[in-house]
Nanobody, 122 residues
Framework: QVQLVESGGGLVQAGDSLRLSCAAS????????MGWFRRSPGKEREFVAT????????RYGDSVKGRFTISMDNAENTVNLQMNSLKPEDTAVYYC???????????????WGQGTQVTVSS
């Protein structure tokens, strides 16, 4: 069982930056991939980014590629998401998730945090 807690969300203006963090605890096995997903009202859950536990393998959703960077802090069991050049369409609840595999499908992530709200004004 893995418990995940997101932090770092907030209200910013378009063009600003935010860094989200997700702290993992209760991990019973190594080698997890960590992912970020987001969901806005009336929209389906969207893949944002994922990273291998070692940090050597990353994937990004097309809508955030070049603007967001995912990274691991293994000493703190934490995954970070640096979000630059934020746009109003980035407004969403951002969820951290853990999976055995690198994947873009939310159904392959058995462990989820409660989410953190990111709001980007025009």
């Amino acid at each position: 069982q893995v418990q995940l807690v997101e932090s770092g969300g907030g209200l910013v203006q378009a063009g600003d930056s935010l860094r989200l963090s997700c702290a993992a605890s209760g991990r019973t096995a190594s080698g997890y991939a960590m992912g970020w997903f987001r969901r806005s009202p009336g929209k389906e859950r969207e893949f944002v980014a994922t990273i291998s536990w070692s940090g050597g393998n990353t994937r990004y959703g097309d809508s955030v590629k070049g603007r967001f960077t995912i990274s691991m802090d293994n000493a703190e069991n934490t995954v970070n998401l640096q979000m630059n050049s934020l746009k109003p369409e980035d407004t969403a609840v951002y969820y951290c998730a853990a999976s055995r595999f690198l994947a873009e499908q939310w159904s392959l992530y058995p462990y989820w945090g409660q989410g953190t709200q990111v709001t980007v004004s025009s």
